[in-house]
Structure formats: structure tokens, C-alpha cells
């Protein structure tokens, strides 16, 4: 139970209701709207700074207009994030022809609302439709729900569900500050020292880890290493690496968090073999007691009913679930129509590295491509269906039977 | 227009400590100079143009540096800068140049008839000569901070002044986003073409954003005198030539600087420039002439011998590799230039370099004839 001394020292309250009155006191400080600003204005009208989108391909280009940046380009969020800055990552990474990446990272919960505009077509485009204007995102944890989630082990390494989950009150990495990005560490640290039974485990900052510890870290594929992906150093997600990021993982080895990587936190519940039902029920019983330590302390995680978890980058709104396995299909892989039933199943495959990693053989990374408007039950459930009528495909074609392209599973697009 | 968010007044509410980065691992002269005292005095300030104390010195917390080279660790979003963050800017120029105090007054000459011969360098080991230096635009911000509007209109001048250039100044503006292949493999062939920037220490401080857009390469016909737009610095200015006829390749760089000044001016653009730090330029180590006046020069029995690193410090050059900074030596040949760049004239600069080449060139000679030259070690310059 927390202390009213607890809630002083990480006591979101506190900070709060001195950012409240930190208006008052800044403008005492800074130029904020100086004559200066209002000249450079007049100088340089939105036109004149609207980016050369003619060669790119990402979300963020193909919805950004002439008057919707006129629009937005003065406005700031209240911690005087702006468009620019929303926007700098897709600007400098065109993108590829064939993968269309977002585009655009936000620096706090505040910028989906003040950067709307832009954001919401972004979010459809990127979420099959889905419009965060009419709809509501459903969120549900509840794992016992769960039907059918033991998969073949013939088939089926390991499996694996991951979230990001961003505290309320704290701008998100492309934004913060260091003294933020130190709170994060704080509260997350903390909390997760309240974790009990099979969820008790240990902290280890990056830059205070021993070699050893390091070397066991990166054997166990574990270990998270400074971004070199232009998409995120362009978002400034890099900064001031690696003063409070860290790793937690609990004694067993099979709940693991990262703190202040591309988000808040990253939270990751894993296993060798196939029961994917077990791994759920770990991560939701993990998140659930997480979120209750740091409420007991005055804090939240960022969320409303529009957007479900609000994460950095819009793609990972909603759920922010990615819930896959590694598995081998060494006969659908070279079947033509494994593309088409992955599509209409809604699962994505990846290289066994992660995202932008090619597959090695046959085994290969397959996870839920979609993050938005459904619950994390739903996803979870449709990797599960899916996973195990592939392995139903693998098992005809080895038999030399034939295999169907299942329907596609509906989605909202309008 | 930085990225991160420095603009946060929220972080205000956290104490001096909180927000104090971490530079306990770090060898760079931000990181000498920057104490808790003077971060607390200077975070709530900031230009008129919006560039903070985070924002300066965010590549030296980037990027720690390693612990034989010592890099500056900050960088200018603008004039202002060198003005608002002077106490922390103070003590790493002059950690940087010399002891520069923050009274002394800095000495501009591009007059090239001052230089004292610099025309007979050996072309049997003085491959090449170049002098080089950057220029900012009044009244714009830096490529840290400046917005995509600004970077634009100094492209949009650069071009201006540049094309209008005439006799062994015509040339021609290669737009880098606009470059056909062929363009482009000819100025790479002539070793003129420019990337984006991919060393952590321009990246972190903001200067390779937007890229390619209002970047570009001019270059006479003679290809003989180059301007990079937009790069590290609004303006980079090239003089160079194969050989040694360094004081020719002085004349063209002072007489080309020059005619580039009067357009700039006439449009009421000077360059930016005052009397305590010279050239106002991006990164400290660039301020007062932002001159790098050097050769290709073969040393191959010199660059061996014990005291070469001696030699060199005692007559104020430098050696690097023939790609540039950072670069190793390749067969012998290196790149040896000035080290000084704030606290002495152009002239004086090239000067030294002059000097110092011919008489490292009298000296590998006589060792190839097998003698010594300890008689010949110069004093410090």
C-alpha cells in the first residue's frame, strides 16, 4: 500500500500540478511568443517550409496537404511539440516502393488531438479504415477466453506477445526530456519491483550492466541495442543513449520489459514451444499487476477509447499487440499460395530477426498484422486460428494432399 | 528547428540534477566545460530564433568520443548562439584554439599578395593543394536548426551570387536532388560530390534533416573553385588544383570569396563575422578563418621517423589520411594542413602551411639520401 511519502517521491500529482503553474512561470523566463517568433512567421509563410514529398511513400506523404500543414505548423501541444517535429522522420526517410512505412512518431499523448488533422488519415491508412473519429477501440485482457492456443511443437519453436504500454504525464521518446526520460525508468523500476511469485525478477540499466551480464543478455536475445534504423534516430529516439534505458526480466526468464527504447515501455511475454495460451495469460496477469502498482502510486498508462493504448508510433495504437511464433513450414513456404493465405488469414510473416529481417529457411516469424480495433483477445485468438490452420496446410502438403485459400477475415474498411 | 524536445518547459519543474546529462564517460570539450552551475544558469534560456542550451549541446551527449581525439561536443543554431551560451562556449573555444581569450580580438586577411612565395612546392611529392573554408549567411539560422523555408532561401541566394560569376569563376549549380546519373558519377569522379552526412556527430545535431532538399554543388568551369550549399555550413568554399602552386590556388579562393561577398552584401545578406570570432560558422573548431589550407604531400620516410609527430605540432599542422578527416594515410601520402583557425589571419594560415611543406619536403629528401635532420627541427611556431 502506498505511503503518502511513496507518492512524493514518483508522485505523478506533484509534477502535475506544477506544470500547471509552470506557464505562468516560464514566460518570466523565455521568449515564448516573442516578436521574434511572430516575425519569422511572417518571413517564412507555411508554404514556404512545406516539405518535398514528390519522391516518398509513406503514410505520412500521402496524406499531408498544403492546407492541412498551413493549418498545423504553428500549433504546439502543451509541451510545445509541433508538426515539424511529428513529422521530421518521414520527411528524411522517403521509404521503399514496396513497404510503406508511417511516417510520422508522436511526442505525447496531447499530439493525436492538437495534430488530428493529419493523424487520423495516417491511422486509417495505416488501420484498414479504421477512423478514430466514429469508432471505439475495444480492449480486453481477459485471457482466459483463450480457446485452442497449444500449437503442434513439431512445428511451433517458441512463442512470443509483445505491447508497449506509455505513462501518462511523460512525453514519449522522441520528445523527452532527459529528467523524463529518468522518471519513466523511475516509476516502470519501481513497479516492477512490486512483481511477486513467478513474476519476480531484476533490473539492469544499459549503461550500468557488467560485460557478463551483457554477454548473457544478447545470448538469451534479450538485450536491445542503441537504434541505428533511420527511422527511429531521425525521430530523436536516440538521444542521450543509453541514460535510462534498461531491462527487466523476471527470475524465469520468460517476462521481459524494455525501458525507453522506441516506447515508454515494451513489455514481453515469451517462451520456448507452442502454448501460446500460457504466454497470454502470463503477459495479461503481468500487465494487469503492473498497471496496479503504478496507479498505487498516483500513475496511469496512456489511454482513451478512440485510441486504445496511446504508443509512439501510430501503428502501434490500439492493442499495440504483436502475438507470433516461430515456426517451420518448410512446404507452404514454397507453395505460391502461401502469401495469399497469410494475407486473408491477417497474419504477416517476418525473417526469424524481427521486422525488416528476411526469413532463413524455413522457419519464419508469423504475428497479427493488425493492432487497431480489435482486442488484444480477438488478435491473439485470430494468431492462434490462423497459426494452427497453417500447420493444418503444412500437414496436407506433406501428405501430397491439397490445400485451400481460406476466406478473408472481415474487416471495417468503409 | 531541432528535434527532441528542448522546447519542454515542463522539464523546467525537474531540478538542475535530474536533467543534467550523464557525461561521466564522455572526453569532449562540451563535456570538460560544461559544469551543473552553468547548465543551471543557461537551460531557460534561449536565441531569439528558439535554440536552447539542449540543443547545442545534444551531439557531445550523443556522442562521447573516444579518448585520443578530442571533439568539440556542441555546436551554434545560429549568430545569437556564441552570444546567450557564452559561458559555455567561452571555455571550449578556448580549450579548442589556443587559450582564445574572451577578450582577444581576432585578425582577418584575405589579401593574397601577402603571402611569401607558395608557388614552388616540389610537385614530385606536393600532389595537391587546397584551401578550403565555410561561410554563413546573415540573418539565417544554422544547418541545425535552420527550417526547411530558410535552407531554401539560401540555396536560392547561393545560386544567385554563384551563377553570376564570370571569367575563370563561370560555372554551373548542381542541385543534389535534381542530378541526373551522369552528373552525378562525374562529380564523384572528381572527387567533388558530397553525401549525406552519415558521422553520428552531424546526424545528432540535427544537420542532416530534409536531406537532399536545398543541398547542392556549384563548381567553375575549370573545375578549380567548388561550393558546397547546405551541407555542415550554409556555404563551404573549395580552392584547389593538382600540384604546388598553393599561392595560386590562395589568390583564386581570396579573390573568389571576395566577388561571392559583394553579391551577398548587395542583397543585404553579409556574411556573418565580428571581430572577437572571426567567421561566425556551425561548430566551434571552424570559428575565425574556418580555413583548412593544406596538401597531398608524399612523406613516406619522414612520417616514419620519431619525431614527425614533433615536427608537425612545432610548426602548427596537422596530418590526416588523403580521404579526409578521420581517414588513415594511404603509401605514404598525407594530407597535412593548419591546425589554427581562430587567433591568426588566412595569411598567416596558409603562411605556415607554405613553410612548414617546403621544409618537411627538404627534409624527406635528405633522409632518402640517408641523412639526418635533427639540425633541422624547427622551433615552435
Same mark, same amino acid.
Given at each position: ?60 506523404? =500521402? ?6 500543414? =498551413? ?72 485471457? $482466459? ?6 500449437? @503442434? ?39 516492477? $519491483? ?21 554477454? *548473457? ?26 541514460? =535510462? ?43 494487469? *499487476? ?57 497474419? *504477416? ?12 529457411? @524455413? ?21 492462434? @486460428? ?15 494432399? @491439397?490445400?485451400?485459400?481460406? $476466406?478473408?477475415?472481415? *474487416?471495417?474498411?468503409? | ?13 525537474? +531540478? ?139 540555396? +536560392? ?12 569563376? +563561370? ?22 560530390? #558530397? ?54 590556388? #590562395? ?117 632518402? +639520401? ?12
Amino acid at each position: 500500500m502506498a505511503n503518502s511519502f511513496t507518492r512524493m517521491m514518483t508522485g505523478r500529482n506533484t509534477a502535475v500540478m506544477l506544470a500547471v503553474g509552470a506557464g505562468s512561470l516560464a514566460s518570466g523566463y523565455l521568449l515564448t511568443e516573442s516578436a521574434a517568433a511572430a516575425e519569422r512567421r511572417r518571413l517564412y509563410p507555411p508554404s514556404a517550409d512545406f516539405p518535398d514529398l514528390r519522391k516518398h511513400n509513406n503514410c505520412m506523404a =500521402a496524406a499531408l496537404t498544403p492546407t492541412i500543414y =498551413a493549418r498545423l505548423r504553428d500549433k504546439t501541444t502543451p509541451n510545445n511539440w509541433t508538426l515539424d517535429q511529428c513529422i521530421q522522420t518521414g520527411v528524411d526517410n522517403p521509404g521503399h516502393p514496396f513497404i510503406k512505412t508511417v511516417g510520422m512518431v508522436a511526442g505525447d499523448e496531447e499530439s493525436y488531438e492538437v495534430f488530428a488533422e493529419i493523424f487520423d488519415p495516417v491511422i486509417k491508412d495505416r488501420h484498414n479504415g479504421y477512423d478514430p473519429r466514429t469508432m471505439k477501440h475495444p480492449t480486453d485482457l481477459d485471457a $482466459s477466453k483463450i480457446t485452442s492456443g497449444m500449437f @503442434d511443437e513439431h512445428y511451433v519453436l517458441s512463442s512470443r506477445v509483445r505491447t508497449g504500454r506509455s505513462i501518462r504525464g511523460l512525453s514519449l521518446p522522441p520528445a523527452c526530456s532527459r529528467s523524463e526520460r529518468r522518471e519513466v525508468e523511475r516509476v516502470v523500476v519501481m513497479a516492477l $519491483s512490486g512483481l511477486k511469485g513467478d513474476l519476480s525478477g531484476r533490473y539492469y540499466g544499459l549503461g550500468e550492466m557488467t560485460d557478463r551480464e551483457q554477454q *548473457q543478455l544478447i545470448d538469451e536475445h534479450f538485450l536491445f541495442d542503441k537504434p541505428v534504423s533511420p527511422l527511429l534516430t531521425a525521430a530523436g529516439m536516440a538521444r542521450d543513449w543509453p541514460d =535510462a534505458r534498461g531491462i527487466w526480466h523476471n527470475n524465469e526468464r520468460n517476462f521481459l520489459i524494455w525501458i525507453n527504447e522506441e516506447d515508454h515501455t515494451r513489455i514481453i511475454s515469451m517462451e520456448k514451444g507452442g502454448n501460446m495460451k500460457r504466454v497470454f495469460e502470463r503477459f495479461c496477469r503481468g500487465l494487469k *499487476q503492473v498497471e496496479h502498482l503504478i496507479q498505487e502510486r498516483g500513475w496511469e498508462f496512456m489511454w482513451n477509447e478512440r485510441l486504445g493504448y496511446i504508443l509512439t508510433c501510430p501503428s502501434n495504437l490500439g492493442t499495440g499487440l504483436r502475438a507470433g511464433v516461430h515456426i517451420r513450414l518448410p512446404f507452404l513456404a514454397k507453395d505460391p499460395r502461401f502469401k495469399k493465405i497469410l494475407e486473408n488469414l491477417r497474419l *504477416q510473416k517476418r525473417g526469424t530477426g524481427g521486422v525488416d529481417t528476411a526469413a532463413t529457411g @524455413d522457419t519464419f516469424d508469423i504475428s497479427n498484422l493488425d493492432r487497431l480495433g480489435k482486442s488484444e483477445v480477438e488478435l491473439v485468438q485470430l494468431v492462434i @486460428d490462423g497459426v494452427n490452420y497453417l500447420i493444418e496446410c503444412e500437414k496436407r502438403l506433406e501428405r501430397g494432399q @491439397d490445400i485451400k485459400i481460406p $476466406s478473408p477475415i472481415p *474487416q471495417f474498411r468503409k | 528547428m531541432p528535434f527532441g524536445n528542448t522546447h519542454n518547459n515542463f522539464k523546467l519543474n525537474y +531540478k538542475v540534477e535530474e536533467e543534467f546529462p550523464d557525461l561521466s564517460k564522455h572526453n569532449n570539450h562540451m563535456a570538460k566545460a560544461l559544469t551543473k552551475e552553468i547548465y543551471g544558469k543557461l537551460r531557460d534560456k534561449q536565441t531569439p530564433s528558439g535554440y536552447t542550451l539542449d540543443d547545442v549541446i545534444q551531439t557531445g551527449v550523443d556522442n562521447p568520443g573516444h579518448p585520443f581525439i578530442m571533439t568539440v561536443g556542441c555546436v551554434a543554431g545560429d549568430e545569437e548562439s556564441y552570444e546567450v551560451f557564452k559561458d559555455l562556449l567561452d571555455p571550449v573555444i578556448s580549450d579548442r584554439h589556443g587559450g582564445y581569450k574572451a577578450t582577444d580580438k581576432h585578425k582577418t586577411d584575405l589579401n593574397f599578395e601577402n603571402l611569401k612565395g607558395g608557388d614552388d612546392l616540389d610537385p614530385n611529392y606536393v600532389l595537391s593543394s587546397r584551401v578550403r573554408t565555410g561561410r554563413s549567411i546573415k540573418g539565417f539560422t544554422l544547418p541545425p536548426h535552420n527550417s526547411r523555408g530558410e535552407r531554401r532561401i539560401i540555396e +536560392k541566394l547561393s545560386i544567385e551570387a554563384l551563377t553570376s560569376l564570370d571569367g575563370e569563376f +563561370k560555372g554551373k549549380y548542381y542541385p543534389l536532388k535534381a542530378m541526373t546519373d551522369a552528373e552525378q558519377e562525374q562529380l564523384i569522379a572528381d572527387h567533388f560530390l #558530397f553525401d549525406k552526412p552519415v558521422s553520428p556527430l552531424l546526424t545528432c545535431a540535427g544537420m542532416a534533416r530534409d536531406w537532399p532538399d536545398a543541398r547542392g554543388i556549384w563548381h567553375n568551369d575549370n573545375k578549380t573553385f567548388l561550393v558546397w550549399v547546405n551541407e555542415e555550413d550554409h556555404l563551404r568554399v573549395i580552392s584547389m588544383q593538382k600540384g604546388g602552386d598553393m599561392r595560386e590556388v #590562395f589568390r583564386r579562393f581570396c579573390t573568389g570569396l571576395q566577388r561571392i561577398e559583394e553579391i551577398f552584401k548587395k542583397h543585404n545578406h553579409g556574411f556573418m563575422w565580428n571581430e572577437h570570432l572571426g567567421y561566425i560558422l556551425t561548430c566551434p573548431s571552424n570559428l575565425g578563418t574556418g580555413l583548412r589550407g593544406g596538401v597531398h604531400v608524399k612523406l613516406p620516410k619522414l612520417s616514419t621517423h620519431a619525431k614527425f609527430e614533433e615536427i608537425l605540432t612545432r610548426l602548427r599542422l596537422q596530418k590526416r589520411g588523403t580521404g579526409g578527416v578521420d581517414t588513415a594515410s594511404v603509401g605514404g601520402v598525407f594530407d597535412i594542413s593548419n591546425a589554427d583557425r581562430l587567433g591568426s589571419s588566412e595569411v598567416y594560415q596558409v603562411q605556415l602551411v607554405v613553410d612548414g611543406v617546403k621544409l618537411m619536403v627538404e627534409m624527406e629528401k635528405k633522409l632518402e +639520401k640517408g641523412e639526418a635532420i635533427d639540425s633541422m627541427i624547427p622551433a615552435q611556431k
